[in-house]
């Protein structure tokens, strides 16, 4: 690998730039940059953009935002040529500086001061960990008369025989034997080793990496903190991969399902609440969840397939979802039971939490959060019963196809998911946290994606339908 990439100290001194960065509604951090040599870069109202061409707040004819800064979020850029400190922003009215109710980060602060005013908890804590594949090249085009991807990937198993430069290392193994894999099979460990310090570099608290079940697939894991810090670590994580890929000489996908017969990458999310640093899910048994977790997780399997719209908003996702989790599994728990949608790890009573695991990382995090709270709010103000726990192999439950599909089943496709949140919009509408007009805005991106979608050929269409 390229040495020179490792993590570098920047000068010493102030910072030149101050990065001024954002999300929008799809989960796209931006950014302006100002000049700080010598003046103020940035004043306490925040700085005005142009918002006419962004996805959420797209309106040509009321098309101005202001910045807000957030103290609080500055870390330095450690990949910066000049010496850059970035600050997350949210976007506000650029007269009366009050939030916009478009604005994702600004929805799970509401969604948090809805859990401290209900009096359940004084914070919820999130430990994500991000799944994504590491690729040499990547190669793709939809024209009226083509269509291909392709994709490269030097750990692949079908490189055993391939002639490289420098020689083949021949360190392959086969799936799912990749999954916590040691070099040299795993090529990449002092890859993931070094994000690790460049997330510490800048702030993070990076827990662990280490080589997922494809051949170039990776994990990244980030320890608990306050649900706002993870939602910005998620966004932090995700740009540091990207950048450091390239200085690598590779790049770095999170699309949730980019190969067929490979293992999807997915975003879990570990979820507690807590009271005084008491962790409110901690059960009497280790690995029990207390009543009042057991109520929240009733909230979250009674609105899955509205949460799919949110923690799932795009096409490709529901092809990782429909290997995880086939169309006869209802949504559901499990105790260290990994195929389930939620998992409660047996650990420690410190230590109790629910694992989320169908969300990926094309989801914007704070609107990620935020409807998982919203969820398990109402689960818990209605006492919602999760059920029993799964104790099968639920990827292994959908045999019997479409016609055996539970009506409780997670969502099948994006189009499914947009009409569960249609219809199952309250829970996220409580007490101001999600605004209408978000939802309405979510949904109307949502369904362009399907109708530009569902009108493209898939190339394997024309493996079974070209000679009809």
């Known amino acids: 690998m390229n040495t020179a990439a490792r993590p570098q100290a920047l000068a010493s001194g102030g910072a030149e730039i101050v990065d001024l960065r954002f999300t929008d509604m799809l989960g796209r951090w931006l950014h302006v940059a100002h000049w700080a040599v010598g003046r103020d870069a940035v004043s306490v109202e925040g700085v005005a953009v142009a ?12 098309s101005e935002l202001r910045l807000l800064p957030d103290p609080a979020s500055a870390f330095v850029d450690p990949f910066a040529a000049r010496p850059t400190a970035a600050i997350v922003c949210e976007a506000v009215d650029p007269l009366r500086l009050t939030p916009s109710p478009r604005d994702s980060r600004a929805t799970l602060r509401r969604a948090l001061d809805a859990l401290v005013r ?66 040299p099979a795993d090529g990449a460990s002092d890859m993931r080793a070094d994000l690790l310090a460049w997330a510490a570099a800048s702030g993070l608290e990076p827990l662990h990496h280490v080589h997922e079940a494809g051949p170039s697939q990776h994990e990244i894991g980030m320890r608990h903190r306050p649900a706002l810090a993870a939602a910005d670590a998620v966004q932090r994580l995700k740009w540091l991969i990207h950048v450091a890929a390239r200085r ?6 999170f699309m949730p399902k980019p190969m067929p017969w490979q293992p999807g990458s997915g975003l879990h999310l570990n979820l507690s609440l807590r009271r005084e640093q008491r962790n409110l899910f901690a059960g009497d048994a280790p690995g029990a969840l207390s009543p009042l977790a057991q109520r929240f997780l009733g909230g979250l399997v009674a609105h899955a397939r509205a949460l799919n719209a949110v923690l799932n908003p795009s096409t490709n996702s529901y092809k990782r979802l429909a290997t995880l989790y086939p169309g006869a599994a209802a949504p559901s728990w499990g105790v260290a039971n990994r195929s389930a949608p939620f998992r409660v790890p047996r650990t420690s009573a410190a230590e109790s939490r629910i694992e989320l695991r169908f969300a990926d990382a094309a989801a914007n995090p704070y609107l990620a959060v935020a409807a998982v709270l919203c969820a398990g709010l109402d689960g818990v103000e209605r006492g919602l019963d999760p059920g029993p726990p799964a104790t099968d ?26 009409l569960a949140l249609d219809a199952d919009r309250a829970f996220l509408e409580r007490d101001g946290v999600f605004a209408p007009e978000l939802i309405d805005a979510l949904l109307a991106e949502l369904e362009r994606q399907l109708h530009v979608n569902r009108g493209l050929p898939h190339p394997n269409e024309f493996y079974m339908y070209f000679s009809v």
């Open 51 to 62: 918002a006419g061409n962004l996805a959420g707040w797209g309106r040509m004819e009321d």
């Open 118 to 183: 209900a009096g359940i908890a004084d914070a919820l804590d999130v430990g994500p960990e991000l799944e994504f594949h590491l690729l040499d090249d990547a190669r793709f085009l939809v024209s009226p008369t083509e269509s291909f991807v392709r994709l490269a990937e030097s750990d692949g198993l079908h490189n055993s025989s391939a002639a490289m430069e420098g020689g083949n290392p021949g360190h392959r193994v086969a799936y799912p034997a990749w999954h916590l894999a040691l070099p």
């Open 248 to 253: 690598w000489g590779k790049t770095a996908t």
């Open 393 to 418: 192999n639920l990827r292994r439950a959908g045999e019997g196809g479409v016609r055996a599909r539970r009506p409780e089943s997670l969502a099948r496709d994006l189009g499914e998911a947009v």
